[in-house]
């Protein structure tokens, strides 16, 4: 049988850890958690995350100093925002959510985070944090991977792991993770050639490519576990002459691959629940540093 590895699941089982973490401890800190969210513009998707991310710091006591910026914000309005929220010494957690609009420049924004408050770990240092293994707030999607793999009891030493995509986003703070597991991994990326023999080798697959439905069972290892970041929707007529219905799908088929491989992440319950509560894991840390508490999450975190 093919174990569905549960994202959904698991993320409701942590929220509840952090939801006691906070009732136990704001009276000490004299403060409950605090997250600021920066939307900027009107991107669709984006403003469906950010109320997911809403939604979950309020169900869990994370106060909530999120912004959403005009479109037409100049980056040095934006800038000014961020220096605001880097000094509010009620702020514990900064999240850029991107993708931003076309004339802002995202590297030099993210510069401007402050490193102990980036939660989605994409400031330079961090990632040089990453890069040398030293402590540090970890990118969530992949870090969100990682406790999801770690709590399905899914051995990752000396195991072949195959990662498909290198962004900065996933594909590569994903494999720099699994290698600090000690995985071998290879990485893959759009110019790669022969991708399926590669990927036929994985123990892991991990694919994060945005390419909705690109891996099918000709790419997968028999008994293989494969990890699906990749998030779409589209239109399906459920019956013939139907109207089209909207649903969610990832990056991998998975009516094909599913009959192959032992483990596989379910789109939509799988990366993506994950990826909301690892934002919480790394706010709670932070505030946890930040007001001198004891560090409980450490199992948590890559
Ligand atoms: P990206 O576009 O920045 O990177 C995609 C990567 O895939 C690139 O490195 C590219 O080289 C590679 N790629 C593209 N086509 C390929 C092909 N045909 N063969 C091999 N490699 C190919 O995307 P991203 O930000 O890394 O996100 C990847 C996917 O994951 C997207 O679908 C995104 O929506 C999804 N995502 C989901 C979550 C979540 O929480 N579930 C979080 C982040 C991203």
């Known amino acids: ?59 869990i006591g994370i106060e909530n100093f999120g912004e959403h910026l005009n479109a037409k914000s100049t980056e040095s309005e ?35 985070l402050s490193p102990e408050k980036d939660v989605d770990g994409l400031h330079s240092l961090n990632l040089g944090r990453l890069v040398k293994n030293e402590p540090g707030p970890r990118s969530c999607t992949p870090a969100g991977i990682m406790a999801l793999l770690k709590a399905n009891k899914v051995s990752i030493e000396g195991k072949n792991v195959v990662v498909i995509g290198r962004s900065v986003l996933v594909g590569k703070p994903m494999s720099l993770m699994l290698q600090a597991a000690n995985a071998t991994v290879t990485m893959a990326h759009s110019h790669t050639e022969n991708l399926s023999v590669l990927t036929k080798q994985a123990d892991i697959l991990v694919v994060a ?59 939509p319950g799988g990366v993506g629940p994950m990826t909301v509560t690892m934002l919480l894991v790394n706010t709670v840390n932070s505030w946890q540093q930040h007001c001198n508490l004891p560090f409980s999450l450490k199992d948590l975190l890559p």
């Open 78 to 112: 934006i800038i000014q925002k961020i220096n605001l929220l880097n000094n509010d010494e009620k702020v514990d957690g900064i999240l850029l959510q991107l993708p931003l609009p076309k004339h802002i420049n995202e590297k030099s924004l993210l510069a401007h």
């Open 209 to 267: 490519t945005g390419c909705a439905q690109m891996i099918g069972a000709r790419h997968v290892k028999p008994g293989g576990v494969v990890i699906d970041v990749g998030i779409h929707r589209i239109e399906k007529e459920l019956s013939k002459g139907s109207a089209k219905k909207a649903t969610l799908c990832g990056d991998v088929r998975s009516e094909e691959v599913a009959s192959i491989v032992s483990a596989l992440t379910p789109v």
């Open 1 to 59: 049988m093919t174990l569905k590895l549960d994202g959904k699941k698991l993320a409701s089982e942590i929220e509840e850890r952090l939801g006691s973490e906070i009732r136990t401890h704001s009276g000490l800190a004299k403060r409950p958690p605090g997250l600021a969210v920066i939307r900027v513009g009107d991107d669709p998707a984006s403003k469906v995350y950010v109320s997911n991310k809403e939604k979950a710091c309020n169900r």
